[in-house]
T-cell receptor
Framework: GIQVEQSPPDLILQEGANSTLRCNFSDSVNNLQWFHQNPWGQLINLFYIPSGTKQNGRLSATTVATERYSLLYISSSQTTDSGVYFCAVSDVSGTYKYIFGTGTRLKVLA | GAVVSQHPSWVICKSGTSVKIECRSLDFQATTMFWYRQFPKQSLMLMATSNEGSKATYEQGVEKDKFLINHASLTLSTLTVTSAHPEDSSFYIC??????????FGQGTRLTVV
């Protein structure tokens, strides 16, 4: 099955810093989403981005499907950005099931 | 975005009993629902995919007789953990999608078996 690796696994930032999170996948995909998991376990949808670039406030994401990776950019980080970031992909088989990446655990210090 | 409601948020049960977890899509019809399991400090692992009115498709290694999934309508799926044991303690999360559209997730259920 498809493998999804995220890097870095852990990241500590000072408030106000910028960061780039990476998601690599091993096969062709037709869907990709980025999520933020808050301390209570809730998955918050950040981007639905099978290809191209999107921006939402301080966050933006880019997916280059032909090269099998996606990037999530966080600018001017805030303490509330802390948590775990996951990317998830679904392959071209048509089942629409998402396989989750390994995750990036982010901590933003005040 | 769309809302997926999962209940209960947490449950404690005795070993050997069964527990049912509900997942509802409140404002859209979910052609497909998914159930995931998450251990502490790990990623989400897909357990099964269910389509309304048909049998669930389980991932390799998931016991279908232990984790019963019913998708009775386009807005409701249930996961029943049968004869629960301490090793079934985990965080269970459901997801709902309408075709290839964006997926939405429930709040999760923290199950503790004592």
């Amino acid at each position: 099955g498809i493998q999804v690796e995220q890097s870095p696994p852990d990241l500590i930032l000072q408030e106000g810093a910028n960061s780039t999170l990476r998601c690599n996948f091993s096969d062709s995909v037709n869907n990709l989403q980025w999520f933020h998991q808050n301390p209570w376990g809730q998955l918050i949808n950040l981007f639905y981005i099978p290809s191209g670039t999107k921006q939402n406030g301080r966050l933006s994401a880019t997916t280059v499907a032909t090269e099998r990776y996606s990037l999530l950019y966080i600018s001017s980080s805030q303490t509330t950005d802390s948590g775990v970031y996951f990317c998830a992909v679904s392959d071209v088989s048509g089942t629409y099931k998402y396989i989750f990446g390994t995750g990036t655990r982010l901590k933003v210090l005040a | 975005g769309a809302v997926v409601s999962q209940h209960p948020s947490w449950v404690i049960c005795k070993s050997g009993t069964s527990v049912k977890i509900e997942c509802r899509s409140l404002d859209f019809q979910a052609t497909t629902m998914f159930w995931y399991r998450q251990f502490p400090k790990q990623s989400l692992m897909l357990m099964a995919t269910s389509n309304e009115g048909s049998k669930a498709t389980y991932e390799q290694g998931v016991e279908k007789d232990k984790f019963l999934i019913n998708h009775a309508s386009l807005t409701l799926s249930t996961l029943t953990v049968t004869s629960a044991h301490p090793e079934d303690s985990s965080f269970y999360i459901c997801s709902a999608r309408q075709g290839a559209a964006e997926a939405f997730f429930g709040q999760g259920t923290r199950l503790t078996v004592v």
